[in-house]
């Protein structure tokens, strides 16, 4: 079968090219209906990614986030309609010690290779992972970016002493967000404290214990372990910010991506014996957990509708774009694709 894949094929451009596709596979062909657009989408959208890493990765279709229904399945396992969310990690081998996110042989979706914005997507079987039945669409789309922040915590819960009293979240966005709900729930008994700058932001945040300006942070105030969720240029200062309230021997989990190498304080890492962890994206067995920690507390996808920015039907290339552009003026949440190209 023929199949048109929307590529991205120089900054703000993108074009429909064919791909001929056969059915004769082991692949379950899926079709994408809502797709959410990710900060680093829009680093290859506007060209802001760096001319070599743009001229490596491109032309590619974007999007690595995002839904769809099942509409063909050699061996019958998935049927006709069903909806699943769709894994964008594509492992080429197996490691006993070292997660399918991590292994440098491993493909990912909208980095360096062809992403969901397709009419139809060819994925292994284990790429699936089946959404129950009424789930919000627009919450759904975004289940990528729970899984960074559900992978943060289980890394986190392998490797953190057993002293959880105070968590401290630092960041007002998307994944501060979502860290800090996944936390609460997780553990309803303990504080979680929240670390912000933008007033409006941090308002969201209703289910935490407490928000505190990084500006205005009480100078007794201490915390068990923290979560970096800023990300940027801000990444710096809040891990060292971190540093400075963290108990000694706490844990710091970095989920935030930095386009540069920051400066942190090693010698009070080092005086403090704290245990750095980084995280980066996910593979199945997150999007498993992601899924079930959904169904098993309902409440939990009230709270992420308010992450829904904007929302957009899609049938056209020019929707595309107008969808990218208006993303990049959204200050708050995640903006959707309704995909009917």
């Known amino acids: 079968m023929i199949n048109q894949v929307y590529r991205l094929v120089s900054p703000r451009q993108f074009e429909v090219t064919y791909n001929d596709e056969s059915l004769q596979t082991d692949y379950v062909v899926v079709r994408p209906t809502h797709l959410s657009i990710c900060a680093a989408d829009q680093r290859y959208y ?8 743009m001229a490596k990765k491109l032309p590619m279709a974007l999007i690595h986030e995002g839904i769809g229904k099942v509409v063909y399945d050699s061996k019958g396992e998935f049927k006709t309609g069903t909806p699943v969310v769709m894994v964008p990690n594509i492992p080429t081998e197996e490691d006993d010690i070292i997660g399918e996110n991590y292994l440098r042989s491993s493909k990912f979706r909208s980095s360096g290779y062809d992403g969901f914005m397709q009419d139809y997507v060819f994925l292994k079987r284990d790429r699936l992972v089946q959404l129950p039945e009424g789930m919000s669409p627009h919450v759904a789309a975004f289940i990528e970016l729970i899984t960074i922040a559900m992978h943060s915590l289980v890394r986190f819960e392998q490797k953190a002493h057993s002293r959880r009293d105070t ?3 630092w960041g007002d966005g998307n994944l501060g967000f979502i860290s800090a709900l996944i936390l609460k729930k997780r ?13 409006y932001k941090m308002e969201h945040f209703s289910f935490i214990d407490e928000a505190y300006n990084i500006d205005e942070i009480p100078d007794d105030l201490r915390i068990d372990h923290a ?8 990444s710096q ?18 989920l935030g991506v930095s386009e540069y190498p920051v400066e942190i304080n090693t010698r009070m890492i080092l005086e403090k014996g704290l245990t750095v962890i980084g995280s980066s994206r ?24 308010l992450l829904v920015g904007s929302v957009h039907e899609v049938r056209t290339i020019q929707d595309i ?3 990218f552009e208006k993303d990049l003026t959204t200050s708050w949440g995640k903006t959707i694709m309704e995909w009917k190209i």
């Open 321 to 323: 774009i107008d969808a």
């Open 282 to 305: 996910s593979g199945r067995a997150d999007f498993v957990n992601t899924v079930e920690f959904m169904k098993e507390i309902p409440e939990v996808i009230e709270y992420l509708e």
């Open 187 to 199: 553990y309803p008994e303990s504080k979680v404290y929240l670390f912000g700058k933008t007033k």
């Open 237 to 254: 200062d809040a891990i060292n910010q971190i540093i400075d309230y963290i108990h000694p021997e706490g844990s710091i989990a970095i």
């Open 167 to 169: 968590f401290g979240v």
């Open 46 to 53: 506007t060209g802001t990614r760096g001319k070599q890493a």
């Open 227 to 234: 979560f970096e969720c800023a990300g940027g240029k801000g």
